[in-house]
T-cell receptor, first 115, second 117 residues
Framework: AQKVTQAQTEISVVEKEDVTLDCVYE???????LFWYKQPPSGELVFLIR??????QNEISGRYSWNFQKSTSSFNFTITASQVVDSAVYFC????????????FGRGTSLIVHP | DTEVTQTPKHLVMGMTNKKSLKCEQH?????MYWYKQKAKKPPELMFV???????INESVPSRFSPECPNSSLLNLHLHALQPEDSALYLC????????????????FGPGTRLTVL
């Protein structure tokens, strides 16, 4: 069965600090997909990134970067120079390509960025 | 355009009322989903429609009744709800869905915040 663990329940930082959100996953499939979503207080889940299990390249998008390491089953998300607008709950999710195609979500990490 | 719209944004209803939540997408996606999300929890899957047919019902009580009139629209009919059904209801869509299909990214709407009195 697939499982996603986001051990950090809440992280509080001051603006301009860098912050890393951890995501550890479990799956028996060799083909799987990992996602990060952002949920601001307004409620909408905003898609940030999708990564498949065969692509371990790290990705950078502006102030966001993702570190995928199959050896440790982790898909961590770093925000550089955090801003107040980054305050949100961030969910990591996993879908197995060969079985259930429905993503399993982690419990989410609440990020609070103080001015 | 990766937009999923939901109406209404907020809904307050009594336990004897009948109401409906609506969801619409114009991305040509053939899979649509209803999720329920309680505060400080991840979304919980309720229903999946694939090519306008109900493919997954996660043992949801019958007081929730989904409907997919066409490939762009998804409704959730509510009747005789309980206060514990108060939550954020999220709709999502993806390109395709089904065993053996490539997992496609789900795009979510802004949600309907439902309060049952």
């Amino acid at each position: 069965a697939q499982k996603v663990t986001q051990a950090q329940t809440e992280i509080s930082v001051v603006e301009k600090e860098d912050v890393t959100l951890d995501c550890v996953y479990e799956t028996r499939d060799t083909t799987y997909y990992l996602f990060w979503y952002k949920q601001p207080p307004s409620g909408e889940l905003v898609f940030l990134i999708r990564r498949n299990s065969f692509d371990e390249q790290n990705e950078i998008s502006g102030r966001y970067s993702w570190n995928f390491q199959k050896s440790t089953s982790s898909f961590n998300f770093t925000i550089t120079a955090s801003q107040v607008v980054d305050s949100a709950v961030y969910f990591c999710a996993l879908s197995e390509g060969g079985g259930s195609y429905i993503p399993t979500f982690g419990r989410g990490t609440s990020l609070i960025v103080h001015p | 355009d990766t937009e999923v719209t939901q109406t209404p944004k907020h809904l307050v209803m009594g336990m004897t009322n009948k109401k409906s939540l609506k969801c619409e997408q114009h991305m040509g996606h053939r899979a649509m989903y209803w999720y329920k999300q309680k505060a400080k929890k991840p979304p919980e899957l309720m229903f999946v429609y694939s090519y306008e047919k109900l493919s997954i019902n996660e043992s949801v009580p019958s007081r929730f009744s989904p409907e997919c009139p066409n490939s762009s629209l998804l409704n959730l009919h509510l009747h005789a709800l309980q206060p514990e059904d108060s939550a954020l209801y999220l709709c999502a869509s993806s390109q395709d869905a089904g065993p053996g299909q490539t997992t496609d990214t789900q795009y979510f709407g802004p949600g309907t915040r439902l309060t049952v009195l």
